[in-house]
């Protein structure tokens, strides 16, 4: 239709049968580039061991900047990481007439909490609906329906297990109240402050202690300077009301998004996070990332696609019963970006890396 | 290294000669499934005509939903769009031993404007420093420096060109100050205010007016109970601290950059924006979408890989001069996703598409 | 000790015996202008009637803007007004060596819920222990401890119960861990994200439905005008970053607060908050204002003090019992400002106001 | 008309006739205990000495902390002050049919930015438009208006001088368009983003290094243990979406503009700051308050008031030319109170001190 002619486009090594679920009107492929940085040394609660980390982009120097920051942390005996929450929601809004009616119709949900949850539950086996977080405003009650979902993301399933909860609700409740399914209050493909504050998908936490004669050797930098900078680079962050005070938590979780058949447009609730960092008295530095809004999945959506497959086959982390295994190689992933770029800020070759191996050449 | 056999991933149609500058440790393709979304009518300052916009995602129904709202858009006249504002940033920090020191210095950057601009503009042609901020926190002065980039992105141009800035004020300015080259201030790959309010990339506004009847015989309905949504949408996303008073911007905005080599990872900055909507007398609506902080390219990066030149080339958009016709295309296909999806909550059928095209079989 | 002679700051109509708990240094006072706005009539579930509202302030028109809005409320008939949740907080942060051991005591917490009650409950016979909130980021765990604090506003009890509480989870649990009585995230006297989503003090709201013909003779403006104003100034708000999309909520609770004895520190977190608009088929439009995080007493701190004693009475809010009642005036008061000013906006009359009864002279 | 007895509001001093600029319905004063902290020693570029800063306030324990914080700076030599900006707003929205009328307009303001300064200058004498900060969003331009405002805050003088300003351009404005006073974008009496990153009022820096010992023999606490307590807090503040990374600021501004006759509802605005430190390498802490939104006056408003001018007086800041001595007293103020209760929570005697001298009795 556009004329122009599609050759790249059109190659691609799969039956396109495989899709139906995945695309419509499908034409073809992107081919992103796929790197491999590591090994990335996990001490995890479910990730354990060696990992190569599989990357698709297209950003020279990201892979290199990866790999550089696994490198030292395998000098310090690697990642420990874990998943501290674990929930996914729909938020639909019930609107009523004023405020006394919602905060009201509020009293009776936790009233019917077990009920609910049955509703919910008809819709799907691997969901279960866990709380419900209630915010009145004006005559609108918003609520946060949780639930687990076990190795899917869960948009889906949530999705449906709400509007079936909400239907039960709206034939029960006296009255009939209007709803919407979402009220924007999930936030879904969206950072926000109630997702850091309530977490979307998994929260969770990667920390290395790096020694101070590591960071000389291996990065350059004193680790002073560096503290020092992380102060800079977390007010400026504050200062500007970002998302992250840290460095580049996007770059490695798109590039593995993509490379995995996660949802990459997710990667806008994931990026959010927080770098907490101590310097130690002697010297070594305690660092730790913590992602309150990771949602991934190692079954269902992309995941089961050829390459994808593939890649997550490479971490050990296809199918069933993986997903926290997942969670903590991608907190652990961006860990080790945050220790390389912020160590490259202080040393100043940040341009220069991008001379030589990337594209300003 | 894993084990893993990658059939899939070692499948690619080009010679790897051509992506040093694009990745390291190369080691095959992920291949994304690309499907097309269109016609999409635009009545651009730079873009004009029908476009047919090659969206990569393995989400069932994302490439229907804009679809949808692209059948919409044609029935009205088409999306306008406008790049109100361009600039790319890079934003170093200057430190000093207290405030005073920082504010003098910032004076003195004020009247040395001239000098640094030469100063950066010693390491590229296409990119021109244009403006600096400042902002003083205690004993520090942030930097952020604006600058055009042509048809590149500019994150690495911007780089360059700021460390260059830097290196000569270093040299001259009495003292030596020290200096970071991020500050974190530009939040490079994160959402943040200072974005949304300073412009990061192209700021581009897509509008168009959609009649009520277009509204209850495409969409299914009613304008009014359409508005009133968004009013509750948008005092929920309020309440929420979202990066976006809208619905799925990240959801388009990601495909597209997946199959055109942008870096993926800008939809943390471009997702962030502002849905602004009326409901005129006569029962139409009048709908816009701002987004602040867009940072997209037709020249550089990915952009010249095999397959996402070809999705470049199928609008018309590789290579030089084309930039700012490509900021609009993107405008205008989240808002053909906005109304979409609005209307689809609305409507109530927002679960039951997902049942039919998408992944809950 | 500073030359100054203070003739009216010595000139106070009470014995100063009364004040030990209230001020060290005693010096005098500072003598605020206390105008009366009113009638404002409610109908809330705990304040019914009409009231004349003590505003100190030395802010020409503020009373005026306020007495504007009470006018139009008392044609439609009042205010509704209901306090919809009830909570004050202090939140300790426990410190340990990684985040596992922060989400095991995490664990710990939630199923010694009771025995930490009991700690609390020790210090306080009116605040109760409600519930704990936990937010870990990386090896600190955050924890929000909710309260009932009776008619007071509660930050000291909650402080002493907190340490009592935290005295006794340190000696119980094993390796008796570190803690800050505050980890800055219950954000006293300061506005926040946090408080906005999990209520601090009082979660307010007031309504009232306000016909378009009183909005046309008592304020000047045509509601369909108006309504869209409010959709400006909304997306302005947002764009902002604002506290609040409304427009002077500050103005009348400062004013309020001072008069009352309360701690006017406290209007920094009360002064966020939703103003929910809704423009009805007939031409009317319904308000609401939501207020997430409104910190008032009834009893202690200076409610009891000679001024702010009378001005409590003058509302029926002196003492126990009445701090619901005293909340339902707060928001109402509010609401009545957002509607005179909003009003005054689109009007263009804002400006002459100010030069007629204010400070333009 | 309440049937409450108003004896002790009904005495003041002063001959209400000196009133009708600053209050309606004038019925008598609040009494508002005041005590003086001090002496606080700045070595400012226009507060110079000692001075002794008097608080009103109804909180137990507050004079007293200032106090300490005080004690603790003069020991380290005094507080340095600056003001780094000075400006104040107001933001008027004009409405086009789309955005590109919207940005055509903003480049017709800036081409005729002397004709709309004239415009405004034939309000006032004493500001002077020095800038307009523009933000397209859909069909709407929101104007930033900047003004110099001498010594007065400047709400009512910058609101007079933008009606004439957007008078002149409606009037010379092809198609004469419509517009609001107010977009809420200078979010008056609102804590937001707009103001910390583009200053609203006066930016202050206040900032002292006060030596480990100092902290150890009056504070009582490790400087090493106070440095990891700000770490902790700072991140606690990130995570709640804080306006403030530090203590208590509120606290101390809402007494001191009280005292003073400032419009204490813009403690709402000044609150928002950042709390900078840096832990020197002998161990002493460099220590800095940055506050980008502090609207104060020295001259009209409630500063002409009995009790409030003889509170300026004993500051020496009553009166022209004296505005920024009075802010940088704010700042020093605020970083007083923020040493106090920062090393308070570390010690663990916070609790305490409310019971000895506050409420808690």
Redesign the interface.
């Known amino acids: 239709?556009?004329g122009?002619?599609?050759?790249?486009?059109g190659?691609?090594?799969?039956d396109p049968s495989v899709?139906?679920?995945?695309?419509?009107?499908?034409?073809?492929?992107?081919?992103?580039?796929?790197?491999?940085?590591?090994?990335l040394r996990i001490n995890g609660?479910h990730a354990n061991g060696d990992f190569?980390v599989?990357l698709?982009?297209?950003?020279?120097?990201?892979?290199?900047s990866y790999?550089r920051g696994m490198r030292v942390l395998i000098e310090t005996g690697g990642v420990?990481a874990?998943v501290?929450?674990d929930k996914m929601q729909r938020?639909p809004?019930f609107?009523f007439d004023?405020?006394?009616a919602?905060?009201d119709f509020?009293t009776w949900i936790d009233e019917n909490l077990e009920d609910i949850r049955a509703a919910a539950a008809s819709t799907t086996r691997s969901g279960r609906l866990t709380s419900i977080v209630q915010?009145?405003?004006?005559?609108?009650l918003?609520l946060r329906i949780n639930y687990t979902t076990g190795d899917a993301a869960g948009q889906?399933?949530t999705?449906?297990a709400t509007?079936a909860a909400c239907d039960w609700i709206q034939q029960t409740y006296p009255g009939h109240p209007r709803f919407?399914?979402?009220?924007?209050?999930e936030?879904?493909?969206?950072?926000?402050?109630?997702?850091?504050?309530?977490t979307r998908g998994k929260?969770v936490?990667a920390?290395a202690t790096v020694s101070r004669e590591v960071l000389r050797t291996r990065m350059g930098v004193d680790s002073?300077d560096l503290y020092?900078?992380r102060?800079?680079?977390?007010?400026?962050?504050?200062?500007?009301?970002?998302?992250?005070?840290g460095?580049?938590?996007?770059?490695g979780?798109?590039?593995l998004f993509?490379?995995t058949?996660q949802?990459?447009?997710n990667?806008?609730e994931a990026?959010?996070g927080?770098l907490?960092?101590?310097l130690l008295?002697n010297g070594d530095i305690?660092w730790?990332?913590?992602l309150p809004a990771l949602v991934v999945a190692t079954y269902?959506?992309?995941t089961g696609?050829?390459?994808?497959r593939?890649?997550l086959?490479?971490?050990g982390c296809y199918g069933a019963g993986k997903v926290r295994k997942f969670a903590e190689i991608c907190a652990a992933l961006v860990l080790a970006g945050e220790i390389s770029l912020v160590s490259a800020?202080?040393l100043?070759d940040?341009?220069s890396s991008?001379?030589e191996?990337?594209?300003?050449?």
Chains 1, 2, 3, 4 share one sequence.
């Not at 190659?11 to 799969?14: D, M, P, V």
């Open positions: 239709m556009t122009t002619e599609l050759h790249h486009v190659q691609y090594s799969f899709l139906p679920g995945n695309i419509e009107n499908f034409t073809g492929v992107a081919q992103v580039p796929l790197g491999v940085a590591g090994p609660e190569y599989p698709a982009t297209t950003e020279g120097t990201l892979v290199a790999n420990r874990t501290v929450d938020s809004v609107m004023n405020a006394v919602a905060r509020g915010h009145v405003l004006g005559p609108l918003y889906n399933m999705g449906k509007l919407l399914l979402s009220g924007n209050t936030t879904d493909k969206k950072h926000s402050h109630i997702n850091v504050l309530l929260r936490v920390e002073r020092r900078a102060q800079v680079a977390q007010s400026g962050a504050f200062m500007a009301g970002s998302a992250s005070n460095a580049q938590a996007a770059n979780l798109t590039a993509i490379a058949g949802d990459a447009a990667v806008t990026h959010g927080i907490y960092t101590q008295d305690y730790s990332i913590t269902g959506g992309g696609l050829p390459s994808q593939e890649c086959e490479m971490l800020i202080v100043g940040w341009v991008h001379d191996l990337g594209r300003n050449r």
